[in-house]
C-alpha cells in the first residue's frame, strides 16, 4: 500500500510533465507516419540482375497502371506530335509526383489538427500560465492549440476568479489574463511599499492629480496628490514595519481603469481590513488613484451597528 501511495503521489507531482510528453510523442508519430506515407519512386528500369545490371522489363509482362507514363500502351510519341517534348513528359510526372506528396502531407495535417485538440482540451487545463506559454512555442499546431480562447478562459478562472464568467474581453481571454496578471503584480508592489515604508517610491506610485483620493483604516479621508502623500508620510512615521497577509484578491481590468479589492491581516488574530485600490492607465503604466482600508466588523459589531443604526 506504501508503494502504490508513493506511486500515486509521484504521479501527482509530475502530471503536467507527463501530459506535455504525451502530447509532444503523439505529434512525433504522426509526423513520422506521414512522412513514410509519402509515395517512392519505382525502378523504372527494371528488376537489377545478379551481376549488378538493370535490365528493362518485357512489355509483356508489366500489367497496365493508372499513372500518366506509357505503360498503359500508349507511347510518349503522341505527346511530340502534339507538339511536346520529352521534358514536358517528365515535368508533368513530377508535378504529379509533388501534388501526391502534397496531398498525402495536407491529409496528415488535417489528421493531426483533428486530433491534437480532442486531447489538449482536457490536457491544456492542468497547465500553469509559463508552461501553456512554452507549449505555443513548439510548433504550429502546439501554437494554435495554445491560445484557443478557451483554454486562456479556463486558465484565468482557475488563477483568479469566476466571477467573470459572462465577461466577454474585446481583445479575447488571453489579452485579458495577461492584463489582469499585471494589475496583480501592481496591485503587490503597493503592499512591499508599505513593507518598506518608502515615501519616495510611495510618492511615484500614485497618480500626480487633484482627484485622487485616499481613506486610511481610521476612517479619515485625504483629497488631492499633496494631502494623500502626506497622509502616507505620517503613517511610515507613526507605523512600524507592517507585514499585511492578502488573501481573496479580485480585480477588475478595463482599458484605461482597474480596481482590486481584497482582504488583508496585519495579525491574523486581531481581524481583518477591506480594501479597494483603484487604478488608471497613464503613458504606458499603472497609477494608483484611489485607495481605501475599513476594519471588517465581526459578527457581534455588526449587529452592535444595526441596532445603533
Sequence with gaps: MEIAYSLSIALQSHQQLIIATIITLLSLLLAVRSFFKRPHKSNALGPVTSTGKKEPEEATSSPPCNCSCSCNGTSHSAVFLNGGSAGTVQEGMVTADVSKVAAERQSGASMMEQLVPEITTHALSYLDYPSLCRLSM???????????????????????????????PVNGWKAYYAATRAIMNVNAEFF???????????????????????VHASGELFSGY?????????????????????????????????????KTFVDMDNGAFN?????????????????????????????QQIVHG
Design 275 to 303: 480594501m479597494t485600490n483603484v487604478f488608471e492607465f497613464h503613458n504606458g503604466r499603472w497609477y494608483l488613484v484611489h485607495h481605501h482600508s475599513s476594519v471588517m466588523l465581526a459578527d457581534g459589531d455588526v449587529e
Design 226 to 262: 499633496n494631502a494623500v502623500i502626506q497622509s502616507w508620510q505620517l503613517a511610515f512615521n507613526w507605523e512600524q514595519g507592517v507585514d499585511f497577509q492578502v488573501i481573496d484578491v479580485r480585480a477588475r481590468v478595463l482599458t484605461d481603469m482597474a480596481w482590486v479589492t481584497m
Design 138 to 168: 513548439t510548433n504550429s499546431l502546439m501554437r494554435k492549440a495554445a491560445n484557443d480562447d478557451n483554454a486562456w478562459k479556463a486558465l484565468y478562472h482557475k488563477d483568479f476568479t469566476l466571477e467573470q464568467d459572462s465577461v466577454t
Design 192 to 214: 512591499n511599499i508599505i513593507r518598506d515604508r518608502s515615501l519616495q517610491a510611495m510618492s511615484r506610485f500614485w497618480l500626480n492629480a487633484d482627484y485622487v483620493k485616499c
